[in-house]
């Protein structure tokens, strides 16, 4: 391995998505030349196209007002179409099986409403004891909300004694053991913290073996990891659309239901946007759910938070899932290689094995977290954007669309720095 700026910056000028990072717009640092962004898995840069999709939003509402529903450039009553179909593309299933809608919590919630049903023994839901705290809030007070008690029916599955991550054999032998109280197996496609990526398939066949359904939580996982959703199974999946997927705060997020599930007999709290369009403005009492993921939409889209994601698909469909996937796990491979030679005191928790991670690693910074605390707070003064999660995590992502090697030689450089001067 050669350890040089040099050697980045040849690996960089072959890369052949390099002209992509001039499709984003890069924070300044102190006016002397770009930050070092590493914080893709928190909220991605901004594609410069997405002001052009806004703005003709804006230009359609200035122009058009009430008429933009139907004679928007693209019509708002339709927005929706326009987004689902190249999402479903990005996540390898079909357009009918997406929704694009709400943010990532609402939709969690919505999914359990639809798809926890508790009955007899079965009312447990199995989660991660690591999980997201909105995850755990949701279900804790979904489980709250059907008159449960969480300390009954919360069953939380913790990583072995002295390690970070989870073992999928152990989420098999805790289905095994325990299965017939599970009613739902709620699962992060990639662990925000750890950075560990799952193999889903397995966890969603250990689910169904035991008779449960499972949902799974792609937040860290869209945009990030390669699917197909259409090979995992899942009953159904949530995500939002501001980390890897470049939407920006707020953005609308979207979740996936099986189709198996498109009976409109499913139970489910509806609005008037998932009611079929051909008879949606005849304001009818009944609801006649529309086909598909759809029929789960509650409001008309909110189609300023949505204008975003089209420049981003478009990113997407430009570079091609698996050179992203290529050039993300050599931007790792060559992240960890440099932090074994030369930052020693570093551990990365993420695990090694390509099928094991996406773009994050995180890293353990020595023994003592308030020194840890400080090198990160050195790293923030020093033009370096990546993040810290208590107790003594930093988390740094090279997100393939926009970073490289020699984002990822320099943070390493910063690093050894930073170390030094604290
Ligand atoms: C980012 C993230 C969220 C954020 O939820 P919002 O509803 O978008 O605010 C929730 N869960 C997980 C696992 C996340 O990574």
Redesign the pocket.
Known sequence: MDFTLQHAVELDATDPLRALRECFAVPRWAGEGSAIYLCGHSLGLMPLAAREQVNQVLDDWAQMAVRGHEHGRRPWITYHDALAAPCAELLGCQADEVAIMN????N?QLMLASFYRPAGRRRGVLIEAG??P??RYAVSTHLQWHGLEPRDTLIELEPRTGEDCVQEADIEALLERRGEEVALVLW?GVQ?LTGQAFDLARIARAAHRAGALVGF?L??SVGNMPFPLRDLEADFAVW?S??YLNAGPGAT?GCFVHRRHFSTSRPRLAGWWGHELASRFDMPHAFRAAHGAAGFQLSNQSVLAAAPLIASFDLFQRAGVPRLREKSLALGAFFAQLIDARIPEARIITPREPAARGAQLSLRIGANPQRARRVFQWLGEHGVLCDWREPDIIRVAPAPLYNGFADVFRFVERLEQAMRAT
Do not use: E, Q
């Open positions: 943010s990532l919590s609402v969690l999980a997201f909105s995850d992060p925000y939580d937040a860290h939002c501001y980390k997020a």
